[in-house]
């Protein structure tokens, strides 16, 4: 299995261009979720989704756009880039139960100019 | 509202000493914590969970829910301990997880 895995690994743009960042896990998990990491914040949730057909956003969904068509994918889009989305993302998923570990992307580090 | 609070945003300590990672949290029901780590340059993953009571790499946490904490702890710290932890919380039966802003362990030789 390869676990999540996330392209880009990394990607720089300019102030209003669209990207996605995409995610795929190949372990048949139902919950997908994207994080950005940035220094002193921690990780903070974006979007999640708790199935396909399923999305929801989290505590920092402002600018960014999810769908989950497939069980395996969950791409975060970005519409207008903005340099206050200059962070690094990580894509996570799990199983259903809320205790069941998160497993983690290798991440994707993006730079708005 | 859930929130996590880890007060210290580095900690170093000399290779052999104890370790103390503090983690305060904030949750009106039942929480489940757990312990990421992220090494350099690798990504972010499990250590431990408080419902598994078990101790990995050395390391133990236990939750105190009069104090509201979940400390990390290990006896003795390795050079290989160095990395970012991250305490998180979820609640019972939700998918979402909050974490802390991280603490990053330095361990001198």
């Known amino acids: 299995n390869a676990g999540v895995t996330q392209t880009p690994k990394f990607q720089v743009l300019k102030t209003g261009q669209s990207m996605t960042l995409q995610c795929a896990q190949d372990?048949?998990?139902?919950?997908m979720s994207w994080y950005r990491q940035d220094p002193g914040m921690g990780l903070r949730l974006i979007h999640y989704?708790?199935?396909?057909?399923?999305?929801d956003q989290g505590e920092v969904p402002n600018g960014y756009n999810v769908s989950r068509s497939t069980t395996e994918d969950f791409p975060l889009r970005l519409l207008s880039a903005a340099p206050s989305q200059t962070s690094v993302y990580f894509c996570?998923?799990?199983?259903?139960?809320?205790?069941?570990?998160?497993?983690f992307g290798p991440g994707t580090r993006l730079t708005v100019l | 509202a859930q929130r996590v609070t880890q007060p210290e945003k580095l900690l170093s300590v000399f290779k052999g000493a104890p370790v103390e990672l503090k983690c305060n949290y904030s949750y009106s029901g039942s929480p489940e914590l757990f312990w990421y780590v992220q090494y350099s340059r690798q990504r972010l993953q499990l250590l431990l969970r408080?419902?598994s009571r078990e101790s990995i790499k050395g390391f133990t946490a236990d939750l105190n829910k009069g104090e509201t904490s979940f400390h990390l702890k290990k006896p003795f710290a390795q050079e290989e301990d160095s990395a970012m932890y991250y305490c998180a919380l979820t609640g019972a039966g939700s998918y979402q997880l909050t974490f802390g802003k991280g603490t990053k362990l330095s361990v001198i030789p």
């Open positions: 408080h419902i």
């Open positions: 372990m048949n998990h139902e919950y």
């Open positions: 989704s708790v199935g396909a057909g399923i999305t």
């Open positions: 996570a998923s799990s199983t259903r139960r809320g205790h069941n570990e998160q497993f």
